[in-house]
Nanobody, 116 residues
Framework: VQLQASGGGLVQAGGSLRLSCAAS????????MGWFRQAPGKQREFVAS??????NYADSVKGRFTISRDNAKNTADLQMNNLKPEDTAVYYC????????????WGQGTLVTVSS
């Protein structure tokens, strides 16, 4: 299974961007899909995740970001509103299934730059 991320770019503070992550076809679709980000000089951190039953968000993005999932297409989108300069980072999508080997897969990063 491969993940393809898209949708990054440059936006002014207060603006919006939508990231999309698509998992290639597999007999077993992802159980868990999520987004992480890594800012320059910092460790990669959790942003948001979605399963078939719930979604979770980092405190720093609650109320501004929304993750959604299309199970038929094996995609997970991240709608980012009211972006702040501190949201600037490379965003990575992640997916996993307990029967995959390896269980977790990372997509390539997509750069989000928020100017003040």
């Amino acid at each position: 299974v491969q993940l393809q991320a898209s949708g990054g770019g440059l936006v002014q503070a207060g603006g919006s961007l939508r990231l999309s992550c698509a998992a290639s076809r597999s007999a077993l679709g992802p159980d868990f899909m999520g987004w992480f980000r890594q800012a320059p000089g910092k460790q990669r951190e959790f942003v948001a995740s979605v399963t078939t039953s719930n979604s979770n968000y980092a405190d720093s993005v609650k109320g501004r970001f929304t993750i959604s999932r299309d199970n038929a297409k094996n995609t997970a989108d991240l709608q980012m509103n009211n972006l702040k300069p501190e949201d600037t980072a490379v965003y990575y999508c992640y997916a996993e299934h307990p029967f995959w080997r390896p269980q977790g897969r990372w997509g390539q990063g997509t750069l989000v730059t928020v100017s003040s």
